[in-house]
Protein backbone atom coordinates (compact mmCIF):
# COMPACT_ATOMS: atom_id res chain seq x y z
CA UNK A 1 0.00 0.00 0.00
CA UNK A 2 1.41 3.43 -1.02
CA UNK A 3 1.83 5.93 1.91
CA UNK A 4 2.35 9.63 1.01
CA UNK A 5 3.01 12.58 3.41
CA UNK A 6 3.46 16.29 2.90
CA UNK A 7 5.84 17.97 5.47
CA UNK A 8 7.56 21.28 5.14
CA UNK A 9 6.35 21.75 1.55
CA UNK A 10 8.59 18.72 0.74
CA UNK A 11 6.98 15.14 -0.27
CA UNK A 12 8.40 12.36 0.78
CA UNK A 13 7.15 8.87 -1.11
CA UNK A 14 7.33 5.52 0.56
CA UNK A 15 9.31 2.93 -1.74
CA UNK A 16 6.95 0.02 -3.17
CA UNK A 17 10.14 -2.34 -3.15
CA UNK A 18 10.07 -1.56 0.67
CA UNK A 19 12.64 -0.14 2.42
CA UNK A 20 13.74 -0.56 6.24
CA UNK A 21 11.54 -0.88 9.09
CA UNK A 22 13.34 2.30 10.48
CA UNK A 23 11.77 5.07 7.91
CA UNK A 24 8.34 3.00 7.98
CA UNK A 25 7.76 3.81 11.60
CA UNK A 26 8.99 7.57 10.58
CA UNK A 27 6.41 7.84 7.32
CA UNK A 28 3.69 6.51 9.78
CA UNK A 29 3.92 8.97 12.31
CA UNK A 30 3.69 11.58 9.88
CA UNK A 31 0.94 10.05 8.36
CA UNK A 32 -0.88 10.25 11.83
CA UNK A 33 0.06 13.85 12.38
CA UNK A 34 -1.28 14.61 8.80
CA UNK A 35 -4.72 12.61 9.77
CA UNK A 36 -4.99 14.64 12.94
CA UNK A 37 -4.71 17.71 10.84
CA UNK A 38 -7.60 17.03 8.45
CA UNK A 39 -9.62 16.09 11.29
CA UNK A 40 -8.87 19.36 12.73
CA UNK A 41 -9.66 21.07 10.05
CA UNK A 42 -12.98 18.88 9.43
CA UNK A 43 -13.96 20.53 12.82
CA UNK A 44 -13.62 24.31 11.23
CA UNK A 45 -16.47 25.63 9.38
CA UNK A 46 -15.79 29.00 6.72
CA UNK A 47 -18.12 30.69 5.11
CA UNK A 48 -17.86 32.26 2.02
CA UNK A 49 -19.94 35.78 0.87
CA UNK A 50 -21.00 35.57 -2.60
CA UNK A 51 -19.02 35.98 -5.45
CA UNK A 52 -15.98 34.12 -3.38
CA UNK A 53 -14.08 31.56 -4.25
CA UNK A 54 -14.84 28.48 -3.04
CA UNK A 55 -12.62 25.94 -0.55
CA UNK A 56 -10.87 24.31 -3.35
CA UNK A 57 -8.91 27.59 -4.74
CA UNK A 58 -9.11 30.36 -2.43
CA UNK A 59 -7.95 33.29 -4.05
CA UNK A 60 -6.58 36.51 -2.11
CA UNK A 61 -6.21 39.75 -4.17
CA UNK A 62 -6.30 37.54 -7.02
CA UNK A 63 -3.46 35.34 -5.74
CA UNK A 64 -3.55 32.10 -4.17
CA UNK A 65 -3.38 31.77 -0.53
CA UNK A 66 0.01 30.48 0.84
CA UNK A 67 0.14 26.37 1.44
CA UNK A 68 -2.66 26.26 -1.74
CA UNK A 69 -2.01 25.00 -5.11
CA UNK A 70 -2.48 27.44 -8.09
CA UNK A 71 -5.07 27.51 -10.41
CA UNK A 72 -4.63 24.72 -12.99
CA UNK A 73 -1.33 23.40 -11.37
CA UNK A 74 -0.97 19.72 -10.64
CA UNK A 75 -1.96 19.27 -7.07
CA UNK A 76 1.26 16.86 -6.04
CA UNK A 77 3.42 19.87 -7.38
CA UNK A 78 3.10 22.69 -4.82
CA UNK A 79 1.37 20.55 -1.84
CA UNK A 80 -0.38 22.07 1.65
CA UNK A 81 1.92 22.52 4.42
CA UNK A 82 1.46 20.71 7.91
CA UNK A 83 2.15 23.82 9.76
CA UNK A 84 0.00 25.82 7.73
CA UNK A 85 -1.75 27.05 10.99
CA UNK A 86 1.82 28.38 12.92
CA UNK A 87 3.27 29.75 9.60
CA UNK A 88 0.90 31.47 7.53
CA UNK A 89 0.47 35.39 7.53
CA UNK A 90 -2.47 37.25 7.52
CA UNK A 91 -1.81 40.92 5.71
CA UNK A 92 -3.70 43.21 7.32
CA UNK A 93 -4.41 46.92 6.79
CA UNK A 94 -4.94 49.32 9.01
CA UNK A 95 -7.34 52.74 8.50
CA UNK A 96 -6.24 55.91 8.85
CA UNK A 97 -9.73 57.18 11.12
CA UNK A 98 -9.08 54.48 13.71
CA UNK A 99 -10.56 55.66 16.86
CA UNK A 100 -9.49 53.72 20.62
CA UNK A 101 -11.96 52.94 22.64
CA UNK A 102 -10.78 55.80 25.51
CA UNK A 103 -11.37 57.87 22.83
CA UNK A 104 -14.91 56.48 21.93
CA UNK A 105 -16.07 56.83 25.66
CA UNK A 106 -14.65 60.09 25.92
CA UNK A 107 -16.76 61.39 23.09
CA UNK A 108 -20.08 59.50 24.55
CA UNK A 109 -19.65 61.38 28.20
CA UNK A 110 -18.48 64.74 26.55
CA UNK A 111 -22.26 64.74 24.67
CA UNK A 112 -23.76 63.23 27.61
CA UNK A 113 -22.40 66.68 29.54
CA UNK A 114 -23.53 68.72 26.96
CA UNK A 115 -26.99 67.25 26.97
CA UNK A 116 -27.19 67.76 30.35
CA UNK A 117 -26.13 71.44 30.19
CA UNK A 118 -28.56 71.60 27.68
CA UNK A 119 -31.99 69.85 29.38
CA UNK A 120 -30.82 72.48 32.59
CA UNK A 121 -31.22 75.17 30.95
CA UNK A 122 -34.11 74.70 29.08
CA UNK A 123 -36.84 75.23 31.61
CA UNK A 124 -35.09 78.56 31.99
CA UNK A 125 -34.91 79.55 28.70
CA UNK A 126 -39.03 78.72 27.99
CA UNK A 127 -40.08 80.97 31.21
CA UNK A 128 -37.68 83.84 30.09
CA UNK A 129 -39.52 83.49 26.53
CA UNK A 130 -42.88 83.17 27.76
CA UNK A 131 -42.25 86.50 30.63
CA UNK A 132 -40.64 88.41 27.29
CA UNK A 133 -44.10 88.08 25.38
CA UNK A 134 -46.21 88.87 28.53
CA UNK A 135 -44.44 91.73 30.04
CA UNK A 136 -44.26 92.90 26.36
CA UNK A 137 -47.91 92.39 24.40
CA UNK A 138 -49.87 95.33 26.87
CA UNK A 139 -46.76 97.90 25.58
CA UNK A 140 -47.49 96.30 22.33
CA UNK A 141 -51.19 96.97 22.70
CA UNK A 142 -50.64 100.66 23.75
CA UNK A 143 -48.06 101.17 20.73
CA UNK A 144 -49.72 99.56 17.56
CA UNK A 145 -52.86 102.65 17.20
CA UNK A 146 -50.61 104.91 18.06
CA UNK A 147 -47.96 103.98 15.06
CA UNK A 148 -50.52 103.05 12.45
CA UNK A 149 -53.35 105.63 12.53
CA UNK A 150 -52.27 108.36 14.86
CA UNK A 151 -53.86 110.77 13.09
CA UNK A 152 -57.68 109.07 14.08
CA UNK A 153 -57.69 108.33 17.85
CA UNK A 154 -59.61 110.36 20.23
CA UNK A 155 -57.59 112.19 22.68
CA UNK A 156 -58.21 110.73 26.89
CA UNK A 157 -57.39 113.06 29.15
CA UNK A 158 -56.39 112.42 32.62
CA UNK A 159 -58.35 108.84 32.69
CA UNK A 160 -56.16 107.57 30.17
CA UNK A 161 -52.72 108.73 32.07
CA UNK A 162 -54.20 107.43 35.66
CA UNK A 163 -54.66 103.70 33.70
CA UNK A 164 -50.95 104.29 32.19
CA UNK A 165 -49.67 105.15 35.65
CA UNK A 166 -51.84 101.34 36.74
CA UNK A 167 -50.21 99.94 34.07
CA UNK A 168 -46.71 100.77 34.80
CA UNK A 169 -46.85 99.64 38.24
CA UNK A 170 -48.76 96.30 37.58
CA UNK A 171 -46.26 95.68 34.84
CA UNK A 172 -43.70 96.18 37.39
CA UNK A 173 -45.30 94.09 39.82
CA UNK A 174 -45.59 91.31 37.69
CA UNK A 175 -42.02 91.75 36.40
CA UNK A 176 -40.95 90.95 39.75
CA UNK A 177 -43.37 88.31 40.63
CA UNK A 178 -42.14 86.60 37.21
CA UNK A 179 -38.44 86.41 37.76
CA UNK A 180 -38.99 85.41 41.75
CA UNK A 181 -41.16 82.28 40.98
CA UNK A 182 -40.43 81.19 37.35
CA UNK A 183 -36.67 83.01 36.47
CA UNK A 184 -34.52 80.72 39.03
CA UNK A 185 -32.16 77.94 37.84
CA UNK A 186 -33.22 74.81 38.21
CA UNK A 187 -32.17 72.67 41.61
CA UNK A 188 -32.76 69.23 40.09
CA UNK A 189 -33.06 67.43 36.55
CA UNK A 190 -36.42 65.66 36.69
CA UNK A 191 -36.83 62.47 34.17
CA UNK A 192 -40.15 64.42 33.51
CA UNK A 193 -41.96 67.78 32.81
CA UNK A 194 -43.64 69.39 35.51
CA UNK A 195 -46.88 69.18 34.82
CA UNK A 196 -48.14 71.89 36.87
CA UNK A 197 -45.70 74.16 35.72
CA UNK A 198 -46.46 72.81 31.94
CA UNK A 199 -49.99 73.62 32.73
CA UNK A 200 -49.69 77.17 33.68
CA UNK A 201 -47.42 77.61 30.29
CA UNK A 202 -50.21 76.68 28.51
CA UNK A 203 -52.78 78.81 30.32
CA UNK A 204 -50.35 81.53 29.73
CA UNK A 205 -49.77 81.36 26.11
CA UNK A 206 -53.63 80.77 25.37
CA UNK A 207 -54.32 83.79 27.39
CA UNK A 208 -51.94 85.65 25.50
CA UNK A 209 -52.89 84.75 22.14
CA UNK A 210 -56.79 85.36 22.68
CA UNK A 211 -56.10 88.64 24.25
CA UNK A 212 -53.96 88.70 20.71
CA UNK A 213 -57.00 87.21 18.38
CA UNK A 214 -59.73 89.68 19.85
CA UNK A 215 -57.64 92.55 19.18
CA UNK A 216 -56.42 91.80 15.65
CA UNK A 217 -60.24 91.16 14.80
CA UNK A 218 -61.84 94.27 16.71
CA UNK A 219 -59.33 96.84 17.25
CA UNK A 220 -56.02 96.17 14.35
CA UNK A 221 -58.89 95.58 11.60
CA UNK A 222 -61.87 98.28 12.16
CA UNK A 223 -59.10 100.55 13.15
CA UNK A 224 -60.63 101.45 16.72
CA UNK A 225 -60.62 105.31 17.14
CA UNK A 226 -61.37 105.04 20.68
CA UNK A 227 -57.57 104.61 22.28
CA UNK A 228 -59.44 105.18 26.09
CA UNK A 229 -61.03 101.76 25.54
CA UNK A 230 -57.41 100.68 24.24
CA UNK A 231 -55.63 101.47 27.17
CA UNK A 232 -58.96 99.51 29.04
CA UNK A 233 -58.28 96.41 26.85
CA UNK A 234 -54.27 96.14 28.03
CA UNK A 235 -55.08 97.00 31.81
CA UNK A 236 -57.78 93.68 31.59
CA UNK A 237 -54.94 91.71 29.92
CA UNK A 238 -52.42 92.91 33.05
CA UNK A 239 -54.82 92.02 35.64
CA UNK A 240 -55.10 88.68 34.19
CA UNK A 241 -52.13 88.28 34.08
CA UNK A 242 -51.47 88.93 37.52
CA UNK A 243 -54.35 86.05 38.46
CA UNK A 244 -52.66 83.44 36.52
CA UNK A 245 -49.53 84.37 38.42
CA UNK A 246 -51.64 84.19 41.91
CA UNK A 247 -52.33 80.44 40.55
CA UNK A 248 -49.20 79.87 40.04
CA UNK A 249 -48.02 80.47 43.37
CA UNK A 250 -51.09 78.64 45.16
CA UNK A 251 -50.18 75.93 42.76
CA UNK A 252 -46.04 76.01 42.98
CA UNK A 253 -45.57 77.44 46.35
CA UNK A 254 -48.57 76.66 48.61
CA UNK A 255 -49.84 73.88 47.92
CA UNK A 256 -47.48 70.98 49.47
CA UNK A 257 -46.57 72.90 52.50
CA UNK A 258 -49.55 71.06 54.44
CA UNK A 259 -48.58 68.37 55.31
CA UNK A 260 -50.55 64.56 54.04
CA UNK A 261 -48.10 62.11 53.98
CA UNK A 262 -45.41 60.58 55.95
CA UNK A 263 -42.30 58.98 54.34
CA UNK A 264 -40.20 55.99 55.39
CA UNK A 265 -36.86 56.27 53.79
CA UNK A 266 -34.77 53.06 54.40
CA UNK A 267 -30.89 52.66 53.00
CA UNK A 268 -30.37 49.58 51.41
CA UNK A 269 -26.55 48.52 52.59
CA UNK A 270 -27.09 49.59 56.53
CA UNK A 271 -30.82 49.97 57.23
CA UNK A 272 -30.07 53.64 57.83
CA UNK A 273 -34.14 54.98 58.47
CA UNK A 274 -35.99 58.42 58.60
CA UNK A 275 -39.15 59.50 58.74
CA UNK A 276 -40.27 62.84 57.21
CA UNK A 277 -43.89 64.59 56.38
CA UNK A 278 -44.73 65.94 52.68
CA UNK A 279 -47.15 67.86 51.37
CA UNK A 280 -49.19 67.18 48.21
CA UNK A 281 -46.36 66.20 45.56
CA UNK A 282 -45.85 64.21 42.37
CA UNK A 283 -43.67 61.22 42.53
CA UNK A 284 -41.28 63.23 40.87
CA UNK A 285 -40.91 65.86 43.05
CA UNK A 286 -41.35 64.00 46.12
CA UNK A 287 -38.31 62.11 45.03
CA UNK A 288 -36.71 64.96 44.80
CA UNK A 289 -37.63 66.24 48.39
CA UNK A 290 -36.54 63.09 49.44
CA UNK A 291 -33.13 63.34 47.85
CA UNK A 292 -32.33 66.84 49.83
CA UNK A 293 -33.58 65.86 53.34
CA UNK A 294 -31.45 62.33 52.37
CA UNK A 295 -28.25 65.08 51.78
CA UNK A 296 -29.07 66.97 54.79
CA UNK A 297 -29.95 64.39 57.62
CA UNK A 298 -28.50 60.75 56.82
CA UNK A 299 -24.69 60.30 57.34
CA UNK A 300 -22.31 59.98 54.83
CA UNK A 301 -22.70 56.21 52.95
CA UNK A 302 -19.17 54.48 53.75
CA UNK A 303 -18.73 51.49 51.98
CA UNK A 304 -15.54 50.64 53.61
CA UNK A 305 -18.13 49.66 57.04
CA UNK A 306 -19.75 47.49 54.90
CA UNK A 307 -16.78 45.45 53.45
CA UNK A 308 -15.20 44.74 56.90
CA UNK A 309 -18.69 42.88 57.74
CA UNK A 310 -19.06 41.19 54.36
CA UNK A 311 -15.02 40.09 54.94
CA UNK A 312 -16.11 38.56 58.61
CA UNK A 313 -18.80 36.88 57.47
CA UNK A 314 -16.66 35.37 54.63
CA UNK A 315 -13.98 34.53 56.80
CA UNK A 316 -16.32 32.52 58.97
CA UNK A 317 -17.54 30.59 56.47
CA UNK A 318 -14.34 29.68 55.00
CA UNK A 319 -13.36 28.30 58.58
CA UNK A 320 -16.55 25.43 57.61
CA UNK A 321 -16.11 22.14 56.12
CA UNK A 322 -18.27 20.01 54.25
CA UNK A 323 -18.48 16.31 53.90
CA UNK A 324 -20.68 14.02 51.59
CA UNK A 325 -20.99 11.34 53.84
CA UNK A 326 -23.20 9.65 50.46
CA UNK A 327 -20.28 9.61 48.65
CA UNK A 328 -19.02 6.78 46.86
CA UNK A 329 -16.33 6.42 48.44
CA UNK A 330 -18.24 6.20 52.09
CA UNK A 331 -19.90 2.83 51.12
CA UNK A 332 -19.55 0.18 53.29
CA UNK A 333 -16.68 -1.08 51.84
CA UNK A 334 -15.05 2.07 53.60
CA UNK A 335 -12.80 1.85 56.32
CA UNK A 336 -14.29 2.54 59.74
CA UNK A 337 -11.81 4.76 60.96
CA UNK A 338 -12.76 7.36 58.12
CA UNK A 339 -15.86 7.29 58.91
CA UNK A 340 -15.70 7.79 62.70
CA UNK A 341 -12.98 10.54 61.42
CA UNK A 342 -15.66 12.26 59.02
CA UNK A 343 -18.08 12.20 61.61
CA UNK A 344 -15.50 14.19 64.14
CA UNK A 345 -14.27 16.76 61.72
CA UNK A 346 -18.46 17.88 61.00
CA UNK A 347 -19.50 17.83 64.70
CA UNK A 348 -16.48 19.51 65.11
CA UNK A 349 -17.36 22.01 62.27
CA UNK A 350 -21.08 22.30 63.69
CA UNK A 351 -19.34 23.11 67.18
CA UNK A 352 -17.84 26.09 65.47
CA UNK A 353 -21.15 27.25 64.05
CA UNK A 354 -22.45 27.70 67.02
CA UNK A 355 -20.03 29.42 68.82
CA UNK A 356 -19.76 31.81 66.27
CA UNK A 357 -22.05 34.29 68.32
CA UNK A 358 -19.28 33.93 70.43
CA UNK A 359 -16.60 35.25 68.16
CA UNK A 360 -18.84 38.08 66.72
CA UNK A 361 -19.31 39.80 70.34
CA UNK A 362 -15.62 38.97 71.06
CA UNK A 363 -15.12 40.63 67.91
CA UNK A 364 -17.11 43.77 68.26
CA UNK A 365 -15.34 44.27 72.03
CA UNK A 366 -12.26 44.13 70.30
CA UNK A 367 -12.71 46.70 68.14
CA UNK A 368 -14.82 48.87 70.31
CA UNK A 369 -11.32 48.89 72.64
CA UNK A 370 -9.49 49.51 69.71
CA UNK A 371 -11.60 52.67 69.21
CA UNK A 372 -11.83 53.64 72.55
CA UNK A 373 -7.76 53.89 72.84
CA UNK A 374 -7.21 55.57 69.57
CA UNK A 375 -10.10 58.41 70.28
CA UNK A 376 -8.61 58.92 73.77
CA UNK A 377 -5.01 59.49 72.16
CA UNK A 378 -6.51 61.85 69.69
CA UNK A 379 -8.87 64.00 72.42
CA UNK A 380 -5.31 64.08 74.63
CA UNK A 381 -2.81 65.40 71.21
CA UNK A 382 -5.67 67.66 70.03
CA UNK A 383 -5.92 68.84 73.65
CA UNK A 384 -2.19 69.13 73.87
CA UNK A 385 -2.05 71.26 70.14
CA UNK A 386 -4.91 73.80 70.86
CA UNK A 387 -2.70 74.36 74.31
CA UNK A 388 0.09 74.79 72.60
CA UNK A 389 -1.40 77.30 70.13
CA UNK A 390 -2.90 79.26 73.05
CA UNK A 391 0.34 79.82 74.62
CA UNK A 392 1.82 80.92 71.69
CA UNK A 393 -0.79 83.10 70.99
CA UNK A 394 -0.19 85.09 74.25
CA UNK A 395 3.49 85.20 73.20
CA UNK A 396 3.03 86.65 69.56
CA UNK A 397 0.73 89.46 71.49
CA UNK A 398 3.98 90.63 73.11
CA UNK A 399 6.36 90.08 69.79
CA UNK A 400 7.40 91.91 66.97
CA UNK A 401 4.56 92.21 63.56
CA UNK A 402 7.10 90.85 61.97
CA UNK A 403 7.81 87.21 63.86
CA UNK A 404 3.70 86.87 64.62
CA UNK A 405 2.36 84.01 62.30
CA UNK A 406 0.07 83.55 59.96
CA UNK A 407 -3.68 81.14 61.04
CA UNK A 408 -2.27 79.04 58.15
CA UNK A 409 1.58 78.52 59.23
CA UNK A 410 -0.01 78.10 62.91
CA UNK A 411 -2.48 75.27 61.77
CA UNK A 412 0.52 73.86 59.04
CA UNK A 413 3.15 74.44 62.63
CA UNK A 414 0.67 72.50 64.60
CA UNK A 415 -0.91 69.85 62.52
CA UNK A 416 1.89 67.01 62.15
CA UNK A 417 1.49 66.95 66.38
CA UNK A 418 -1.94 65.18 65.95
CA UNK A 419 -1.88 63.86 62.62
CA UNK A 420 -0.66 60.20 63.51
CA UNK A 421 -3.36 60.17 65.96
CA UNK A 422 -6.13 61.17 63.76
CA UNK A 423 -4.87 58.77 61.27
CA UNK A 424 -4.60 56.14 63.31
CA UNK A 425 -8.29 56.62 64.16
CA UNK A 426 -9.20 57.45 61.31
CA UNK A 427 -8.00 54.06 59.81
CA UNK A 428 -9.67 52.09 62.39
CA UNK A 429 -13.02 53.73 61.94
CA UNK A 430 -12.71 53.29 57.92
CA UNK A 431 -13.03 56.71 57.56
CA UNK A 432 -9.68 57.89 55.95
CA UNK A 433 -11.19 58.03 52.65
CA UNK A 434 -13.69 60.86 53.64
CA UNK A 435 -10.80 63.39 54.99
CA UNK A 436 -8.03 64.44 52.81
CA UNK A 437 -4.65 66.31 55.24
CA UNK A 438 -5.86 69.46 53.02
CA UNK A 439 -9.22 69.42 54.43
CA UNK A 440 -7.98 69.02 57.82
CA UNK A 441 -5.80 71.92 57.80
CA UNK A 442 -8.00 73.99 56.20
CA UNK A 443 -10.78 72.75 59.49
CA UNK A 444 -8.42 73.23 61.78
CA UNK A 445 -7.25 77.02 60.14
CA UNK A 446 -11.31 77.49 60.76
CA UNK A 447 -11.15 76.17 64.44
CA UNK A 448 -8.11 78.93 65.26
CA UNK A 449 -9.33 81.62 63.71
CA UNK A 450 -12.73 81.73 65.26
CA UNK A 451 -11.43 80.32 68.23
CA UNK A 452 -12.94 77.43 69.11
CA UNK A 453 -12.12 74.45 71.53
CA UNK A 454 -10.45 71.04 70.64
CA UNK A 455 -14.06 70.02 71.31
CA UNK A 456 -15.54 71.42 68.67
CA UNK A 457 -12.73 70.56 66.13
CA UNK A 458 -12.95 67.32 66.45
CA UNK A 459 -16.52 66.99 66.43
CA UNK A 460 -15.79 66.51 62.66
CA UNK A 461 -14.03 63.00 63.00
CA UNK A 462 -15.47 60.93 66.10
CA UNK A 463 -18.81 60.92 64.52
CA UNK A 464 -19.51 60.76 60.68
CA UNK A 465 -21.70 63.76 59.38
CA UNK A 466 -24.22 64.27 56.80
CA UNK A 467 -23.34 63.57 53.72
CA UNK A 468 -23.30 68.02 52.45
CA UNK A 469 -20.76 67.97 55.10
CA UNK A 470 -18.13 66.72 52.81
CA UNK A 471 -16.48 67.24 49.12
CA UNK A 472 -18.71 67.02 46.33
CA UNK A 473 -17.19 64.44 44.58
CA UNK A 474 -18.85 62.00 47.36
CA UNK A 475 -22.29 63.63 46.72
CA UNK A 476 -23.19 61.70 43.64
CA UNK A 477 -25.47 64.23 42.82
CA UNK A 478 -25.42 63.08 39.08
CA UNK A 479 -26.20 58.92 39.98
CA UNK A 480 -29.63 59.11 41.08
CA UNK A 481 -32.33 56.82 39.05
CA UNK A 482 -36.02 56.83 39.95
CA UNK A 483 -37.49 53.23 39.71
CA UNK A 484 -41.54 53.41 40.20
CA UNK A 485 -44.48 51.37 39.02
CA UNK A 486 -46.38 54.09 38.81
CA UNK A 487 -46.27 57.50 36.88
CA UNK A 488 -43.32 59.93 38.16
CA UNK A 489 -45.94 62.69 37.11
CA UNK A 490 -49.05 61.13 39.34
CA UNK A 491 -49.80 62.51 42.81
CA UNK A 492 -48.62 60.38 45.69
CA UNK A 493 -51.15 58.50 47.76
CA UNK A 494 -51.31 56.38 50.49
CA UNK A 495 -49.12 52.95 49.96
CA UNK A 496 -47.20 54.24 47.10
CA UNK A 497 -43.36 52.50 46.81
CA UNK A 498 -40.75 53.85 45.10
CA UNK A 499 -36.84 53.29 44.69
CA UNK A 500 -33.85 55.32 44.59
CA UNK A 501 -31.21 53.97 43.24
CA UNK A 502 -27.29 55.01 43.22
CA UNK A 503 -24.19 53.41 42.20
CA UNK A 504 -23.85 50.88 45.49
CA UNK A 505 -27.12 51.34 46.96
CA UNK A 506 -30.79 52.59 46.82
CA UNK A 507 -32.98 54.79 48.85
CA UNK A 508 -36.70 52.57 49.15
CA UNK A 509 -39.83 54.76 49.87
CA UNK A 510 -42.66 54.22 51.29
CA UNK A 511 -45.42 56.38 52.05
CA UNK A 512 -48.32 56.53 54.26
CA UNK A 513 -51.21 59.17 54.42
CA UNK A 514 -51.46 60.93 57.92
CA UNK A 515 -54.45 59.43 59.47
CA UNK A 516 -57.72 62.06 60.62
CA UNK A 517 -57.60 63.12 63.64
CA UNK A 518 -60.26 64.05 65.77
CA UNK A 519 -60.30 65.91 68.88
CA UNK A 520 -63.16 66.39 71.70
CA UNK A 521 -63.22 68.99 74.38
CA UNK A 522 -63.85 67.93 78.22
CA UNK A 523 -64.82 70.98 80.01
CA UNK A 524 -63.92 70.75 83.72
CA UNK A 525 -65.80 72.47 86.27
CA UNK A 526 -63.23 74.89 87.84
CA UNK A 527 -65.11 74.16 91.26
CA UNK A 528 -64.24 70.84 91.57
CA UNK A 529 -60.68 71.77 92.03
CA UNK A 530 -61.39 73.48 95.32
CA UNK A 531 -61.04 71.11 98.38
CA UNK A 532 -61.13 72.29 102.48
CA UNK A 533 -57.94 70.71 104.53
CA UNK A 534 -58.70 70.56 108.28
CA UNK A 535 -56.29 70.41 110.60
CA UNK A 536 -56.70 68.65 113.87
CA UNK A 537 -54.95 70.79 117.38
CA UNK A 538 -54.46 67.41 119.15
CA UNK A 539 -51.40 65.33 117.48
CA UNK A 540 -50.15 61.73 118.41
CA UNK A 541 -47.60 61.38 120.62
Known amino acids: MDTESTHSGYSYHSSRSGRSNRHGDRTRERHKAGSKDSSRSERSVVINPPDSPTLESPVHNGEPLPGEPAPGGEPGEDGQDDNWGETTTAVTGTSELSVSQEEVVGLGKELQDRTRSVRRYVPLGVG ?22 P ?5 CGAACEGLFLSISFKLLILLLAVWALFLRPGRAGLPRVCACRAFLTTLTLLLTMSYWLFYGVRILDAQDEDYHGVVQFAVSLVDSQLFVHYLAVVLLELRHLQPCYSVCVIRSTDGETRHYNIGQFSVQRAALSILEFYYRDFPLHNPAVLSAAKHRA ?10 NVDAPGSAAGAQP ?7 AMVAAAAKRKDSAHNELYYEEADYERRVRKRR ?10 FTHVRRMKKEDEQASPSDIMDVREAALAVFPSMARALQKYLRTTRRQHCHSMESIQKHLAFCLVNNMSPKAFLETYLA ?17 TLVSEASVTSGVKDGTEFLLKCLDFSLAVTIKSIPYIRLREEFVDPKTHKFLLLLQSETSV
Open 128 to 149: LCVGTLVLATPLVFLLLPVVLW
Open 151 to 155: DRLQA
Open 314 to 323: AKHLAGLKVY
Open 337 to 343: ANGNQSR
Open 376 to 385: ARLVVAVEEA
Open 464 to 480: PGPTLQYGSERWMADQW
